[in-house]
Structures are given as C-alpha cells and as structure tokens.
C-alpha cells in the first residue's frame, strides 16, 4: 500500500558525495518515519539515519554523523540523504523505508513496514 523508489546511487571516490532520494506514493498517512538503512555483502542491514514527517526530528547512527544529512520535503514526499565524506566502508545498497513507529523503533529494521527496492552506492578507494 506504501511504494518507495530510492534513486541517486553510483559510484563515488573517497571524500566525494552523494545525494540519495526516496519518492513516496501510497497510503503513507500511517507512515511516522521515514528511514534509511544500508546493506553491505554479507552483512547485516543495519540503520543509517531517520526523520519524522511531523516536525523533521533527524536521528543518525554513529557511522554516519556529522557525515550524512536526511531531509524531507513533505509536498512532495520525499527523503532525502546526503552524503558527504564519503569512505569506501559506507559502500552498500541503500533502501529508504517507512514504518509508523514511536520512540526508539525507528533504530531497528524489523519496525519498517514498507521497504524500497535499494540503490547501490560505491566508494573507491
């Protein structure tokens, strides 16, 4: 019922960055945040950051802050993530996804309800 397509993956060399976004279409009036998580081979999803539609509250894993920045535009609903300083351990597919959840859920994948088909993203080295 919640379609989510991530687009502006690609390939990157260390220190450069990427912009990724996530169109949101659907019934996402049940939708409380908005997530980015990423996979690398062989590992385990795991969170990037998080922002509530109401009020643009931004939550970040330690990886990632200071480095990365999730927005949204609510008109268009839409995320976004930027990424910046980029290294070549932030290489993984990235899946926006949404989940109507309170306090600390948003932390964990199992809390998302609909998932977007991933972007890749690749730092060289």
């Known amino acids: 019922q919640v379609q989510l397509v991530e687009s502006g993956g690609g390939l990157v060399q260390a220190g450069g960055s990427l912009r990724l976004s996530c169109a949101a279409s659907g019934r996402i009036f049940n939708s409380y945040n908005m997530g980015w998580f990423r996979q690398a081979p062989g590992k385990e999803r795991e969170f990037v950051a998080a922002i509530r539609w109401s009020g643009g509250s931004t939550y970040y894993a330690d990886s990632v802050n200071g480095r990365f920045t999730i927005s949204r535009d609510n008109a268009k609903n839409t995320v976004y993530l930027r990424m910046n300083s980029l290294k070549p351990e932030d290489t993984a597919v990235y899946y926006c996804?949404?989940?109507?959840?309170?306090?600390?859920?948003?932390?964990?994948?199992?809390?998302?309800?609909?998932w977007g088909q991933g972007t890749q993203v690749t730092v060289s080295s």
């Open positions: 996804a949404s989940c109507a959840c309170y306090g600390l859920a948003y932390l964990y994948e199992s809390s998302y309800d609909y």
